[in-house]
């Protein structure tokens, strides 16, 4: 098989699957701007700046894809088999890997909007608590992105047991970040419709929503580490 | 490539199963656990006083709905290193 063409179809992968989570999270954003709007228009400058805010933090997920895509589009140059397969599995991890932190990171934004609609005096406890919450729910974007750029460097020797376990790792870690990435997103669109209603409770939500948090990306950890044995150690 | 014995066939599958597994595996549980912190959080933002009996209640939740992720790791572990 031609590497190069195995370099374009992992760039295919990562952003093709990688815009995915993106895109739905910052329409789910917009959608709930538009609701505050219909609620508050005295309030138009707070929502259009909390609604670009979350937008852009929603992007990473997105960004992350897009600049691994590059990467494999513009430094995919090595050569044999092996090397293809590689390219190959970067492409997976990275591309099905944002999904879940894309979606998620919009679900915060989304109930954040919908608290300001609610009254617009909160707009700077929910701007801190929007950004914990997408900041921690890109986590398992962070593990994806380093399992395809380790798969991206990978130079392995000509093994059919080998090649099986780097795909087999792809999928681990691709798959795995879907789940964590959604659920982190719900326990902090929970925790800002919280704040959006109470925000003298925003200290011990902001615990409790980071406690929830580490506790979901348990399952991302297990898929990182299964990766990495299937990686490093098989 | 040298040819493909039948004992590597077997353990090059087993190797891409246990990705599949634990990748799968992880879907369920994340979601389920997100879903059981987001209801805590809301439940602390309209009983703030009873905080510690709502975090203790989320983290039996939690590890309970691990228990499937830790049934796809070690499918997986055992698929890596027995088979």
Redesign the interface.
């Known amino acids: 098989m031609d590497v190069m063409m195995c370099t374009v179809l992992g760039a295919g992968l990562a952003i093709g699957l990688g815009a995915i989570g993106s895109a739905i999270g910052e329409g789910y954003i917009a959608m709930n701007a538009m609701g505050a709007l219909g609620r508050q228009p005295g309030a138009s400058q707070k929502i259009l700046r909390l609604m670009i805010i979350g937008q852009a933090i929603t992007e990473t997920a997105a960004i992350f894809a897009l600049v691994m895509a590059l990467v494999l589009l513009f430094g995919g140059n090595g050569e044999g088999t092996m090397k293809a397969v590689t390219y190959i599995a970067a492409g997976i991890a990275i591309g099905f890997g944002t999904i879940g932190s894309g979606f998620g990171a919009g679900l915060p934004g989304g109930s954040a909007l919908k608290g300001i609609g609610r009254n617009p005096q909160n707009s700077d406890a929910l701007t801190v608590q929007m950004i914990i919450g997408q900041a921690v729910t890109q986590t398992s974007t962070i593990f994806a992105l380093t399992v395809s750029m380790i798969l991206f460097t990978l130079s392995p020797e000509l093994s059919y047991l080998k090649m099986a376990a780097l795909i087999g790792a792809a999928f681990a870690m691709g798959f795995g970040a879907i789940g964590p990435g959604i659920g982190d997103g719900i326990v902090a669109k929970n925790a800002n419709e919280a704040v959006g209603k109470s925000p003298q409770n925003m200290g011990l939500l902001t615990r409790t929503m980071i406690i929830g948090q580490a506790i979901t990306e348990t399952t991302d950890i297990y898929s990182l580490v299964v990766a990495l044995i299937l990686i490093f150690v098989v | 490539?040298e040819l493909?014995t039948g004992e590597?066939?077997v353990?090059?599958?087993a190797?891409?199963?246990?990705?599949?597994?634990?990748?799968?595996?992880?879907?369920?549980?994340?979601?389920?656990?997100?879903?059981?912190?987001?209801?805590?959080?809301?439940a602390?933002?309209?009983r703030?006083d009873e905080?510690a009996l709502?975090?203790k209640t989320?983290?039996i939740g939690?590890?309970i709905s691990?228990t499937t992720?830790?049934y796809?790791?070690v499918v997986?572990?055992i698929l890596?290193f027995v088979v």
């Open positions: 490539m493909i590597q066939f353990k090059g599958l190797l891409l199963a246990a990705g599949i597994s634990m990748g799968f595996g992880a879907v369920g549980p994340g979601i389920g656990e997100g879903f059981v912190a987001g209801k805590a959080c809301e602390i933002g309209r703030p905080q709502i975090t989320m983290i939690q590890a691990e992720g830790i796809a790791l997986s572990l890596i």
